[in-house]
C-alpha cells in the first residue's frame, strides 16, 4: 500500500493503521516480576522465608550464655514495639520441674523476670509447699517473651515467632517434667485447643518429655475453689517426679 498523507505528513501503512485505530497491539503474556526495591519495597516469599529458616536456626543453636541476649535482640513479631524489656526466663538451668505460661504481664515487662506479679506470688507459695523455689530445681518461662499490650490474648503469629526460644529452652534444660499453666501453654505443647479440665489429672507428652496440665495462677486468683485442684495437679507431678507414676502418654 503506498503512503498517503495523514493530518499533512506523509504517512507509512503502520502510520495510517495507527491513525484508524487498527494497527496490532503486542502484549507480553507473563510480564517479568521486578525485584523488590531493596530500599524500601516488600521483601519477596522466598526471601522471607530463607531469612526466617536462618533465623530459627540461629535459636536452634544457642547455648545459656547468649539466650537472653538474642531474645532481647528479637523483632520477630509486633510487640518488640511496645515492649519495656524482654522477659527469657528464669531458674536452674539444671532444673527437674520447667513451669511454662503465657506471657509476661505488667510487673514482668517492667523487671524482665516472669512471675513476679500476685500470680507469680501465689506460684512462688505452691512451690514452697513442694519444698521448692525458683533458683533451686524449677525453671520458669512464658510461651512469649513479651508482654502483649493491655495483657490481651497472645495473636497466632506472636506464638509462632517465640516458639523456636521456648523449644530450644526445653532442649537446654532436659526437664523431668514439664508443667503447663494454662491453656496457651498447653495449646503450644500438646497441639490441642482443648480445655484446662479436661486435660487434668493425665500424663501428656511433649516429645519424649512427661507434661502436667493446670490452671494458671492468674486464672486462680479470680477462681479461688479451684486453688485445691491446682495444688492436686502439682501433687500428682510431683508422684511423676518421684518416679510413682508411668508416663504413658494420655
Keep these: 500500500m503506498p503512503s498517503r498523507e495523514v493530518r499533512g505528513v506523509s504517512a507509512s501503512r503502520a502510520d495510517v493503521l495507527a491513525e484508524l485505530g487498527l494497527a496490532p497491539r503486542w502484549v507480553l503474556r507473563h510480564a517479568p516480576v521486578a525485584p523488590a526495591d531493596p530500599a524500601g519495597g516488600a521483601p519477596s516469599v522466598s526471601t522471607t522465608a530463607s531469612g526466617e529458616g536462618a533465623r530459627r536456626a540461629r535459636i536452634a ?61 501465689l506460684l512462688d507459695a505452691m512451690l514452697a509447699a513442694l519444698g521448692l523455689d525458683r533458683a533451686r530445681q524449677v525453671y520458669i518461662a512464658n510461651v512469649l517473651k513479651c508482654r502483649p499490650p493491655g495483657n490481651r490474648t ?18 537446654l534444660i532436659r526437664p523431668r517434667l514439664i508443667v503447663a499453666l494454662g491453656r496457651a501453654a498447653a495449646s503450644l505443647l ?12 493425665r500424663v501428656h507428652r511433649h516429645g519424649d518429655l512427661p507434661v502436667v496440665v493446670t490452671y494458671h495462677p492468674a486464672y486462680l486468683l479470680r477462681t479461688l475453689p479451684d486453688k485445691a485442684k491446682a495444688w492436686e495437679d502439682l501433687v500428682f507431678a510431683q508422684t511423676i517426679i518421684a518416679g510413682e507414676a508411668g508416663t504413658t502418654p494420655a
Excluded: M, N
Design 190 to 201: 500438646l497441639g490441642t485447643d482443648a480445655s484446662i479440665a479436661s486435660l487434668r489429672g
Design 61 to 121: 543453636a544457642l547455648t545459656w550464655d547468649g539466650f537472653a541476649a538474642d531474645v532481647a535482640a528479637c523483632t520477630a513479631c509486633k510487640l518488640c514495639a511496645t515492649r519495656k524489656k524482654t522477659v527469657p526466663g528464669t531458674g536452674d538451668p539444671q532444673a527437674d520441674w520447667l513451669f511454662v505460661g503465657e506471657a509476661p504481664g505488667a510487673e514482668e515487662d517492667a523487671r524482665g523476670e516472669p512471675f513476679v506479679g500476685q500470680a507469680g506470688h
Design 154 to 171: 497472645p495473636e497466632p503469629a506472636e506464638v509462632d515467632a517465640c516458639r523456636p526460644y521456648l523449644t530450644r529452652q526445653i532442649e
